[in-house]
């Protein structure tokens, strides 16, 4: 329900700031999110239920990115130097198959973007709800106050929501509830400034957070759900909602530099691609590279990308489901593929890497938490594109997502970021689709935290985070330098260097100069990069221990905040 200009409680009328330095830390894209973690620090809680409160506040403020309708991967290293890796990944339908979205001989891309089919089972609250059973300490009802409260009272909408309306306006206008929740009753777009109030929302995570995950999943929801669904010839059933379960993984490890970096495992396919590429990465002095030339410094970054993506779109898919081959994180690997790359030219015609050996025979938003008793978290949430399937199923105010594009829906044929796959991330039944989130920590010689980053932004998420950990590491930048950082970003397919305006430079925030060309780019046109600028090449979060205290930073490409406590 949108309302006129009045003022809910709102903590994005205070004072944003991108930084902040304490003994607990918090860092989201929207200040409403990052005020919820602070609210369970100051009630006692630690980072895993700061963590959790401030996703479920993000699926009401930030709906568009991320929701209980959605999914998350969720990396935890706890105060006693355990590391969690928990799949909190959507899953396809039981009677879900490679052909589904084939119509006339020919993949129908759409179906898999928008409407009843494009969904898989909704994933985040169930493994929210084993991050809090193995580690939260706040009552699980206490963690859902604050979205509770920001989908009654109502939020005011800033711009990112607002382009994000009229971005899928045409779309949403054809579901009922997305059409009356989201727009105006004109059918018009809300202008910023406007109030959204979401009490079917409200009605639901209040729900959830007396009954717990059950009533999502075998309860009222899945029944409203699935009833709805069939009625738009979806395919998720009550059976695909009730046998659904996060899994916790063992996490991806790898050393770089004096720090041993802890990522994802797939289905991300962050984990392994960051470590792929720091292990190329390794074989050079990139401080300096960078020292002498910035353009050289992209250069290298984007040779070291086109090759780990070459890799991605090859081999990797849930690896319940196929083998996806250890080589792509040995050293003696990377080796090879960083002897191929040339300072002084761009290289072309770049495919997947194979390795001969007895083994290989055998054959989308990021925020993070940590406290001062040494909990660490990095959790990326997401609904896949902008609104997911922009189905919101009537009197739950859930959206879902559209996850289902994920996967290879035909051989070569594009997602809707432009991504490629193979048969090993083809659809099957219960399977889940790859995934570019990236939750990384890293830790210092003696096992202690020195810094977590992630973004939100589809393929562009690995690459970002990537940058982020080279600028920290190798170039000794403070986490909000290196998150301010112009980036750039290459995915093998198309062959082309994206990059930020002002590269080589900060951001400065939300505005852009997209005339500007620096010298690194010019740089790059000169060794025979294809070039095209972005205005933003995805959204990160991140935290870092200094002598200061734990320093947490927000990315300036959006509205959101970093709070600490005390």
């Known amino acids: 329900m949108l309302l006129g200009q009045d003022k809910p409680r709102d903590a994005a009328t205070k004072p944003k700031m991108r930084t902040a330095v304490g003994g607990n830390v918090a860092a989201t ?13 100051k009630n006692g809680g630690n980072a895993v239920d700061a963590a959790i409160a401030a996703a479920l506040c993000l699926g009401v403020v930030d709906g568009h ?14 105060q006693q130097g355990a590391i969690h890796a928990i799949d909190g990944r959507e899953a396809a339908p039981a009677a879900a198959s490679e052909t589904m979205y084939v119509r006339n001989g020919k993949p129908a891309a759409e179906l898999s973007q928008i409407g009843s089919l494009a969904c898989a089972v909704p994933s985040q609250i169930a493994a929210l709800k084993m991050a809090h059973d193995k580690l939260g300490t706040l009552k699980w009802s206490a963690l859902f106050e604050p979205a509770i409260e920001a989908a009654e009272s109502g939020y005011t909408i800033g711009l990112a929501t607002h382009n994000a309306i009229s971005s899928e306006r045409e779309n949403l206008t054809k579901y009922e509830a997305s059409r009356d929740v989201l727009l105006n009753p004109d059918g018009s777009v809300p202008k910023v400034g406007a109030v959204l109030r979401q009490r079917d929302l409200a009605h639901t995570l209040s729900k959830i957070a007396k009954n717990g995950p059950e009533w999502f999943y075998t309860g009222e929801f899945a029944k409203a759900c699935v009833a709805y669904l069939e009625k738009q010839s979806g395919m998720l059933t009550r059976a695909d909602f009730a046998n659904y379960k996060a899994i916790e993984r063992p996490c991806i490890k790898s050393n770089y530099r004096n720090y041993q970096v802890i990522g994802f495992p797939t289905p991300s396919s962050g984990g392994i691609h960051i470590a792929q590429m720091l292990n190329m990465l390794d074989k050079f002095d990139v401080a300096k590279i960078y020292s002498h030339s910035k353009g050289d410094f992209f250069h290298l970054l984007a040779e070291c990308m086109k090759r780990a993506f070459a890799d991605r779109a090859h081999w990797l898919g849930d690896s319940d489901f196929v083998k996806v081959p250890t080589f792509l994180v040995d050293p003696h690997y990377a080796a090879s593929l960083a002897s191929q790359i040339q300072l002084d030219k761009a290289s072309t015609a770049i495919v997947h890497g194979n390795i001969s050996s007895d083994d290989e025979k055998k054959h989308t938003t990021h925020l993070t938490t940590a406290d001062s008793l040494g909990n660490w978290v990095a959790l990326t949430s997401t609904v896949n594109t902008t609104w997911g399937c922009k189905v919101m199923i009537p009197g739950t105010g859930v959206m879902l997502n559209n ?5 290879s829906i035909a051989p070569g044929v594009p997602n809707a970021f432009g991504l490629v796959g193979s048969e090993a991330n083809a ?13 990384a920590i890293v830790l210092a010689k003696d096992g202690t935290p020195f810094l977590t980053c992630g973004a939100a932004g589809g393929p562009k998420i690995i690459n970002a985070t990537l940058q982020n950990l080279v600028r920290c590491i190798d170039l000794n930048e403070s986490i909000d330098q290196a998150i301010a950082s112009a980036r750039i970003h290459q995915q093998w397919r198309p062959d082309v260097v994206y990059h930020e305006p002002n590269l080589g430079g900060l951001r400065q925030g939300l505005s852009i100069d997209r005339d500007s060309e620096s010298e690194e780019t010019k740089h790059l046109k000169k060794l025979g990069h294809p070039l095209k600028v972005a205005s933003s090449l995805a959204i990160a979060q991140g935290i870092q221990s200094t002598e200061r205290g734990l320093l947490a930073a927000s990315d300036p490409r959006t509205d959101g905040e970093a709070v600490a406590y005390p």
């Open 65 to 78: 990115n991320s929701g209980i309708g959605g999914g998350c991967l969720m990396l935890i290293r706890t």
């Open 427 to 439: 659809i099957a039944p219960n399977k889940r689709p790859l995934s570019s989130m990236s939750p």
């Open 403 to 407: 996850e289902m594009d994920d996967f």
């Open 29 to 41: 894209v929207h200040p409403i999110a990052s005020h919820a973690a602070l609210s369970m620090y």
